[in-house]
């Protein structure tokens, strides 16, 4: 099994930073993509920021210039600096990612959340 570990949220007051980190282990062949989504209370979860095919980057544009996703492929770990935090930023952060166990068979896998409050 593949399991997606998180860590690093907190409580950060306004334009402060914070380091997410997302470190996949298990039976895996491959990676995909990975990247980091969240959720706020009473709102959807929506991305933040991902690696998607060929380690193209996208990010939302609420976090454009603010936000960096970095990755270390030896470790299968990706990291999130998230810088100029404001308020609205606070959500709980997931890590997703879409891995292959075998060269076909390819599943999407969540991690656990990790809680980012930004308030002064």
């Known amino acids: 099994q593949v399991q997606l570990v998180e860590s690093g949220g907190g409580l950060v007051q306004p334009g402060g930073s914070l380091r997410l980190s997302c470190a996949a282990s298990?039976?895996?062949?491959?990676?995909?993509?990975m990247g980091w989504y969240r959720q706020a209370p009473g709102k959807e979860r929506e991305l933040v920021a991902r690696?998607?095919?060929?380690?193209?980057?996208d990010y939302a544009d609420s976090v454009k210039g603010r936000f960096a996703i970095s990755r270390d492929n030896a470790k299968n770990t990706v990291y999130l600096q998230m810088n100029s935090l404001k308020p609205e930023d606070t959500a709980v952060y997931y890590c997703?990612?879409?891995?292959?166990?075998?060269?076909?068979?390819?599943?999407?896998?969540w991690g656990q959340g990790t809680q980012v409050t930004v308030s002064s």
């Open positions: 690696f998607t095919t060929g380690g193209v980057t």
């Open positions: 298990g039976s895996i062949f491959r990676i995909h993509s």
């Open positions: 997703n990612a879409d891995i292959f166990l075998m060269v076909n068979q390819v599943q999407n896998y």
